[in-house]
């Protein structure tokens, strides 16, 4: 899959632009502050629907104006598609795939995927669980819409939940509407549970693998999936984790009610991971940390290209500065065989190493 051309309208520091793309690699520098990553961030949108940066979509739209556009040509599955997204600051965004409206964003994520790599996912491994959840729902909304859909509802209802219990004091009747919240979070809990065991063995398989290579051999990655205590295995059928989950939901009705806060669900799952035996979080080093944190993002692209059959566009903004030589040299050697965007400050040796086409970016403006 690849990009060939997108055209801004008003999006961040943009105002108007189009730009065609090289099939396999494209180096965008220019100093900070530009528009360097607010590209990138383009691409990941149209992919998903989501940004990874902004909280709303009211963020991406350019201070002056009251809708932004956001037009790519893609090239994937053999086929060609128009992804579109309007975003307005006084109504709802509208998506569509070659001129027909899309319902939600799983339409865009059946076009193209994405795999963006910053600075801050080096240390993905010494934040808390939250951002190591954030890891597996980007990808796994990309690559299961089923995922996605119920991922949506699991956090509406959790809200909704919250609310409840927050205001429970004051209005004890809203504690009656509590069992069909229960029910509606251990059945899209169970579903959460399901994809993501799935989805961290296939990325213990490979992430293992690339940090064995890029530490010579000398160091073991794992990673395991951790939930809900009263799951005792995760990989069984969905109707057997959404009955364990009800279980451990129940046990914990009195402790919510009293602490007015939803303690029992896959909102605090977590990826436990480990070097040579040893809790990383705690004892990996700051090159131990990036080794692993590289690992897993390439391990992603790995499972994509496994589950659609081609290589997702890999995004890398200004990562490659951030690692020393021998990690860098690393990463160059398992970007091939799909289409590249990196991002950089100075116009330096990437061009040469890699080919492609060089894009330098100046106050919004690409040239």
Not at 106 to 111: E, G, K, M, P
Not at 244 to 273: F, I
């Amino acid at each position: 899959m690849r990009i060939d051309k997108l055209e801004l309208e008003s999006f961040r520091n943009y105002g108007h632009q189009n730009v065609d793309f090289d099939p396999r690699c494209n180096v965008i520098f220019g100093e900070n502050a530009q528009g360097k990553t607010n590209l990138l961030e383009a691409l990941v949108y149209l992919s998903c629907g989501r940004s990874p940066r902004a909280r709303t979509d009211r963020e991406m739209i350019g201070f002056d104006a009251q809708a932004s556009r956001l037009l790519a040509q893609v090239f994937a599955r053999d086929r060609e598609f128009r992804v579109q997204v309007d975003l307005y600051r006084d109504r709802r965004r509208k998506l569509s795939v070659n001129q027909v409206p899309a319902k939600n964003s799983a339409a865009l994520s059946q076009v193209y995927n994405t795999v963006f790599f910053c600075p801050e996912d080096l240390f993905l491994i010494r934040e808390g669980a939250a951002a190591r959840r954030r890891f597996m729902d980007a990808a796994l909304c990309q690559l299961r819409p089923r995922y996605g859909a119920a991922l949506a509802e699991y956090n509406r209802t959790y809200d909704h939940k919250t609310r409840i219990l927050r205001d429970s004091e004051e209005r004890p009747d809203l504690l009656e509407t509590l069992p069909d919240f229960n029910e509606r979070l251990v059945r899209f809990g169970a579903v959460l549970i399901h994809y993501r065991h799935q989805f961290s063995l296939r990325l213990n398989e490979y992430a293992s693998l690339h940090h064995l290579e890029c530490s010579g051999g000398k160091e073991r990655l794992e990673m395991r999936y951790q939930t809900v205590s009263s799951v005792a295995d995760p990989s069984a059928d969905i109707a057997v984790l959404t009955e364990q989950l009800r279980q451990h939901m129940e046990a914990h009705q009195a402790a919510e009610r009293a602490s007015r806060l939803c303690l029992s669900g896959p909102h605090k799952d977590d990826l436990s991971v480990t070097i040579d035996g040893r809790d990383a979080k705690q004892y990996a080093s700051q090159g131990q940390t990036r080794t692993a944190a590289l690992s897993m993002k390439l391990a992603e692209r790995e499972i994509y290209k496994n589950v659609t059959g081609e290589y997702p566009i890999l995004l890398l903004d200004d990562v490659l500065s951030e690692l020393d030589p021998k990690r860098q040299e690393f990463v160059l050697n398992r970007i091939n065989g799909g289409q590249v965007f990196i991002t950089c400050c100075e116009d330096d040796r990437l061009p040469k190493l890699l080919g492609g086409k060089v894009l330098h970016v100046c106050k919004g403006e690409l040239a």
